[in-house]
């Protein structure tokens, strides 16, 4: 019996059929046989119908301008890819999950899938010591080989990929919109950097599609589903950062929490995990020995981190990677380097006569241009 499986052209048609969703989809991929005519057979009728009007009339498809349109953006640019099912980056973790996406639109460096990977999520106003905390265990999952998993948000998740991938580390963030749309907008220099050795954004939306709020608890499922387990590292009781948690624990994953203190608004929804039985740790250690058996030769960090400060000298700047328009506190940045505070302050005073950052009211910001 022949096994022809689809190419990747044919899964962006399949990821644009009308009248199937992610779940069918999925099912129908596991019992396919051969293209097309076996998936002809188990398609809906309406997908079915969609899908043999492209094969035997492609100018007269629905279909044509969307995938003319994708087409056109792969080519565009090197490091653009469509992963899906049969492409041989695509995360195998992704089919242990009850709905996985048909395909996974990819822009950067594919090379971070290779490692194991931790998701860390947590508040988007996070205090400075969640940003602390964030980025050191980012720091020392890095160091250890780990991928950092999130989604770009503010506070927490931008902490820890910035800190995975200043350590000379790998960080994937799937987005909630497509992977050419900045959000948040403070984050164009952090989704630059995605598109760098070591980083890679991901998004099951094609190209150009906007931030919706529906998209985000949706992206969720693909932040844990790609990974061994998800760190909590701050978040409130009424928290997406919970549903994640939740969504993890459904999907098999490990939960992870960092304690807090009981008067920290932001520590009650990793306290009520604790409670629930997720794990707490208090370092990274804590988490390789519960996840020991995926942990990787220590090794990979130093060539990502030579390959993106040869891409990117700015990169190698302890300091300006943290830095933004929104003025952020000298404690903060010493939390969030691992810098002592002299030597912080001695490098800012640098940057500050180079013209690159200023002091503001509530700390200091990274100039236009810099």
């Not at 398609?43 to 994708?70: C, N």
């Not at 290779?114 to 265990?137: C, I, Q």
């Not at 929804?269 to 629930?276: K, S, T």
Request: net charge positive; with cysteine; charged share 20%.
């Amino acid at each position: 019996m022949s096994t022809v499986r689809p190419g990747a052209r044919e899964w962006l048609v399949l990821s644009r059929l009308p009248g199937i969703g992610a779940v069918r989809l999925a099912e129908v991929a596991s019992r396919a046989s051969a293209w097309p005519d076996g998936w002809l057979a188990l398609l809906p009728k309406e997908a079915a119908t969609a899908l043999r009007l492209w094969l035997d009339h492609p100018a007269r498809s629905p279909l044509r301008g969307d995938i003319a349109r994708a087409e056109a953006w792969l080519a565009a640019a090197p490091a653009r890819h469509l992963l899906h099912p049969d492409h041989p980056a695509w995360p195998r973790l992704l089919e242990e999950i009850a709905d996985p996406p048909p395909v996974l639109w990819a822009w950067g460096d594919l090379g971070a899938l290779s490692p194991p990977r931790l998701a860390m999520v947590g508040a988007r106003r996070a205090t400075r010591e969640g940003l602390t905390n964030a980025a050191r265990f980012a720091r020392d999952l890095a160091g250890r080989g780990w991928c950092v998993v999130s989604g770009m948000a503010l506070g927490i998740d931008a902490a820890a990929q910035q800190a995975a991938l200043a350590a000379g580390g790998a960080s994937v963030a799937v987005l909630g919109c497509g992977v050419d749309v900045v959000y948040p907008a403070r984050h164009h220099r952090l989704h630059e950097r995605l598109r760098e050795p070591g980083g890679l954004l991901l998004s099951e939306h094609p190209p150009g599609t906007p931030a919706r709020p529906a998209y985000f608890p949706r992206r969720n499922r693909i932040v844990t589903g790609l990974s061994y387990g998800v760190l909590v590292v701050e978040a409130a009781e009424r928290s997406g950062s919970l549903v994640s948690a939740r969504l993890a624990a459904e999907q098999g994953r490990e939960v992870f929490a960092l304690p807090g203190s009981i008067h920290n608004p932001q520590a009650r929804g990793c306290l009520r995990l604790i409670r629930d039985g997720a794990a707490l740790v208090c370092e990274v250690d804590d988490i390789i020995a519960e996840l020991s058996q995926w942990q990787p030769v220590q090794a990979a960090a130093a060539p990502l981190a030579e390959a993106s400060a040869a891409s990117n000298p700015r990169l190698g700047d302890p300091l300006l990677r943290w830095l933004s328009g929104t003025p952020t506190p000298v404690d903060a940045l010493v939390g969030l380097s691992g810098l002592g505070v002299i030597e912080c302050q001695r490098r800012l005073l640098e940057l500050e006569l180079e013209g690159r950052v200023a002091h503001a009211a509530g700390g200091w910001v990274r100039l236009s241009g810099a």
